[in-house]
């Protein structure tokens, strides 16, 4: 079976090239990750050890074990470190703004038979009940409790990242594997979105002044950052509709078809305006320019870019 997360599948509506290079021929750079990926993964992983037992200093030791990966240059540890406060910072807000009490020992807390559980399911026509036979959907929830599903977001803009999210499928589509996997009915979708602080640690491979590498005095200014304005913690609600599952996998259920489609074919379309997203080139731009000129990429790929085994990291437990 071909898993298809939301990942892959927002990414080949972005650009099928890009989709190809990434989750067929599952080739990733072998630069440094980008900053909102990394903070996010981060992120994320301090609030499920938050979520589990209700212990920031457990969060903190998250955080830590996932900054702990190997980075080239000291230059880029600046980087990492940075990042690294950037997330705890956020983490330790989000316990400030959406706390969880502390239970007595030897009592499990109803988030943790939920938080950070990966599901799986069919993909079908909501209209005709036909299954795609050689797919299904598989994504991480953040965090279910009761009938609501919880979603952590990490943003530049959290007024932007809520109207992204009010039209995004991706929590719609939990919805409906919960319902018809374990048969949890999702009734709400609550959005936590956390604006990432734009202040720097590190500029041009060196520690600012205001700073003088300090950690600690950075990390604080990071975390009053985001609580000196309520806009940058906002929490959106969205009601589940029968509309609104219909609409995720029907939108699913057409995406499988591309990607089945894209196959039989073996081409995939290029999309020019996917070239530069968020003022970034593409990190497969070199790729496609050598493969349209007809020229050998092998050498690119070597030079550039690694090979992953698992084409959908986000999986991982």
Known sequence: MDTVTYS?????CHCEMKYYWRY???LRTKTFDSESLWIGSAVHAGLEAY??????NEAMLAIDEYSNRPTIGASQHLQQMER???????????????????QPENVVLESELHAEMVISGSIFNPYSGNKRRNFL?????DWLVGGTLYDWKTSSDARRTIREKTISYQADLYAIILRRSVNVTVNEIVYRIIEV???????NG???????????????????????????????????????????????????????????YRNWLRNEYACHSWSRPCEYLPLCEAKTLGADYTDIVDQEYQFVDDAHPELAK
């Open 197 to 203: 602080p734009s202040l720097q640690f590190v500029r």
């Open 84 to 102: 690294a406060c950037k997330a705890r910072a956020i983490v330790a807000a989000a316990s400030e703004r959406w706390p969880i009490k502390p």
């Open 51 to 56: 979520s589990k037992n209700a212990n920031l």
């Open 137 to 141: 959907f598989a994504g991480k929830i």
């Open 206 to 264: 060196e520690p600012t002044k205001r700073y003088a590498g300090d950690y600690s005095s950075y990390m604080s200014a990071c975390y009053e950052w985001i609580l000196s304005d309520a806009s940058k913690m906002i929490e959106h609600h969205i009601m589940i509709s029968e509309a609104r599952l219909n609409d995720a996998m029907l939108w699913l259920w057409r995406i499988a078809g591309r990607v089945s489609h894209c196959r039989n």
């Open 24 to 26: 067929e021929q599952k």
């Open 8 to 12: 892959s599948a927002s990414t080949l």
